[in-house]
C-alpha cells in the first residue's frame, strides 16, 4: 500500500503560480512512476502530467506543456507539480497518483487538493 497526501492548494489570480506537493508513505515511493491529474467539475478526470521513477522522463498534456512542471525528490518521497501562468481553466481539483495504467486509472491516489484560479 502506498499513502498520498496533497498539499499546496489554494486560491490564485490567473497568470499566477502555484506549487502542489504530494508525500508518499508506505511501500517503496522511488520504484513508481507518478502523476498528477484534475478534475473540474462536471468533467472527467484528466491526466496532467507523469515523472518516471528515476525523474528522467516527464511527460505533459498538451493544455500545461511549458507552463506546469512536475518533479521528485525520491529522498523525500515526495512529487511536486510547479503551475505558472495560471489560468482560470485550470480551476480543479489535483490529485496526485502512484502507478498510472492508462486513462483515468492509477493505482495510489490521493484525496485531491483544490486550486482555484480567478479571472
Known amino acids: 500500500q502506498v499513502q498520498l497526501v496533497e498539499s499546496g492548494g489554494g486560491l490564485v489570480q490567473s497568470g499566477g503560480s502555484l506549487g502542489l506537493s504530494c508525500r508518499a508513505s508506505?511501500?517503496?515511493?522511488?520504484?513508481?512512476?507518478m502523476a498528477w491529474f484534475r478534475q473540474a467539475p462536471g468533467n472527467e478526470r484528466d491526466i496532467v502530467a507523469t515523472?518516471?521513477?528515476?525523474?528522467?522522463?516527464?511527460n505533459y498534456a498538451d493544455s500545461v506543456k511549458g507552463r506546469f512542471t512536475i518533479s521528485r525528490d525520491n529522498t523525500k518521497n515526495t512529487v511536486y507539480l510547479q503551475m505558472n501562468s495560471l489560468k482560470p481553466e485550470d480551476t480543479a481539483v489535483y490529485y496526485c497518483?502512484?502507478?498510472?495504467?492508462?486513462?483515468?486509472?492509477?493505482?495510489?491516489w490521493g484525496q485531491g487538493t483544490q486550486v482555484t484560479v480567478s479571472s
Open positions: 508506505g511501500r517503496s515511493f522511488s520504484v513508481y512512476t
Open positions: 497518483a502512484a502507478n498510472p495504467r492508462g486513462g483515468a486509472t492509477a493505482d495510489y
Open positions: 515523472i518516471s521513477w528515476s525523474g528522467t522522463n516527464t
